[in-house]
């Protein structure tokens, strides 16, 4: 593997783009006041950029959550911190018959809706031929559209950028874009003030649209004109419009992985209020892990729509296993990618005090 070698200083997310450096979350689309960086659902593998209008004020370099790994040797070497753990699926069995498995996160945003706790929902949808599409959901009927899980790249963080007369909202995202919101917040950019809570998802890595549609779905001999259901469990299953199933090996899904996911380290997110996946759950369930406060009075809010029980230590540890393993291939990775072991100043001083601000 050949080490980045960028130029220096580094003012613009552009040179991240190039080397794939980036998983399409949006904050610098929705940081961008001159708009140049966007993104063209025509295109939608990557941010585009219109390098014409850029005028080097690196807000996009700011808060863009691949860069921040670059000083962020905690989340490599730390191991995650839980408030509280449970197994959890939807009573309302309209959610559980279009959900990826227990309706979780479909409940949490719905019931978030309906009793006033947030005013809207930033989600990942999709359009026609399942093309990523942002989503500002205000209903709980926009949100049952956004259910299941997509297993590529949706900068569902644009819509940050249309929160006008919005006070506050849910943001439910994998653990890079809840490290975006992070980074708002540390800043204390205005937007961020707006979120109430934070619903991260369990993320070994994403593909970009492209990688999917046109490399994985042919392998498995299915159209996306017939795929309804996608998943990952040990292997890479995808469903058609009759229920039946396709399988590749999970190898074929790990072997498309990007820069951008493989220096991540986080399986599990550290900035989330509450983390969903449907690893150390039995089928149909979901694994809940409340992170915070404001994690443990959201599910409080809405427990009365789930259906829970405790997950043992043995489920837990499969979890937390998980997240050690991401961290440590991570890790391994960084080090080759980057020529330097996590942490290490390894960019101007110039770059660095961007970052690191």
């Not at 042919?218 to 995808?238: C, E």
Request: hydrophobic share 40%; net charge positive.
């Amino acid at each position: 593997m050949m080490t980045w070698q960028p130029k220096t200083p580094i003012t613009s997310v552009y040179q991240l783009l190039d080397a794939n450096i980036c998983s399409v979350c949006g904050a610098c689309v929705a940081a961008c006041y001159w708009e140049a960086v966007y993104f063209n659902p025509q295109q939608p593998n990557q941010v585009s950029r219109e390098s014409r209008l850029c005028v080097d004020c690196s807000r996009c370099l700011i808060v863009c959550p691949q860069s921040l790994l670059w000083a962020r040797k905690d989340l490599y070497l730390e191991d995650v911190k839980v408030a509280d753990a449970h197994h959890a699926k939807s009573k309302d069995e309209k959610i559980r018959s279009v959900a990826q498995d227990g309706g979780t996160v479909t409940t949490l945003a719905m019931k978030a809706l309906e009793k006033g706790l947030v005013d809207a929902v930033v989600l990942a949808g999709t359009g026609d031929k399942w093309v990523p599409r942002p989503v500002l959901a205000l209903t709980p009927e926009d949100v049952l559209k956004c259910a299941k899980s997509k297993y590529f790249y949706i900068p569902s963080l644009i819509e940050l950028g249309r929160l006008d007369g919005i006070k506050k909202i849910m943001v439910v995202g994998l653990p890079c874009q809840i490290r975006a919101i992070e980074r708002l917040a540390e800043l204390d950019v205005g937007v961020a003030r707006k979120v109430a809570y934070k619903v991260g998802l369990f993320c070994g890595h994403n593909l970009d649209y492209a990688s999917m549609m046109e490399k994985l779905l042919p392998k498995a001999g299915i159209s996306v004109d017939n795929l309804t259901k996608m998943n990952i469990k040990a292997k890479v299953l995808f469903y058609d419009k009759e229920g039946k199933s396709y399988e590749l090996p999970l190898s074929e899904f790990e072997s498309l992985a990007r820069p951008s996911c493989l220096q991540c380290p986080e399986f599990i997110s550290r900035f989330a209020d509450i983390n969903v996946g449907s690893a150390g759950a039995p089928d149909g369930w979901n694994m809940v892990l409340v992170m915070s406060k404001a994690g443990e009075e959201l599910f409080n809010a809405v427990a009365d729509a789930l259906e829970t029980k405790k997950p043992t230590s043995d489920e837990l540890n499969r979890v937390y296993n998980m997240d050690k393993r991401k961290r440590e291939r991570a890790s391994k990775f960084f080090k080759e990618f980057y020529g330097v072991e996590v942490g290490v100043q390894f960019l101007d001083r110039d770059t660095w005090r961007i970052i690191t601000r």
